[in-house]
C-alpha cells in the first residue's frame, strides 16, 4: 500500500532534495507545502501517513503544526519527522518536547531521511 508524506518545507532547494531522495521508491506518494497552515489545513481533508515538517515556516512553524496536531486525539498518531538547519544544541530537545516523533538536522544524507521514514512507518501504531 502506498504511504502518503507530506513535506512542509518552503526552501525550494531542500523540498527538491527531499523529493530526490524518494526518486524510485513506489511505496511513497510525497505532498509538498510551502507553508505550515497548508499543510495543517490539508491534514484536516486527509490524513496522511506520515509528516516531514521543518521548523522554520511561514504562517505556522512546524513546531506549531506540531504541537496542534498531537494535540488532537484524531492525529496525534500520524507519525512527524521534524528537520532544521537551526544550528542550536537545544533544537532537537525543543523538537521532541513538541510532540516530533523524530528530529533531523539538515543538510542530511538521503539514507538517513529513508531510514528515519521506514522506522517511523515501522512502528506507528494502528
Known sequence: ?????????DQPLHAELVQAAFEGEAN?????FSDGLSAYQRVQ???PDLMILDI???NLS???????????DHFSKIPILVVSSIIDPGIRDTALKAGADQFMPKPFQVKDLLDAVKKLLEDRPH
Not at 500500500?1 to 518545507?9: L, N, S, W
Open 45 to 47: 481533508e486527509t490524513i
Open 56 to 58: 522554520i515556516l511561514p
Open 62 to 72: 512546524g513546531l506549531a503544526v506540531t504541537r496542534l496536531l498531537k494535540y488532537h
Open 28 to 32: 511513497y506518494q510525497l505532498f509538498f
Open 1 to 9: 500500500m502506498v504511504k502518503k508524506i507530506y513535506v512542509a518545507e
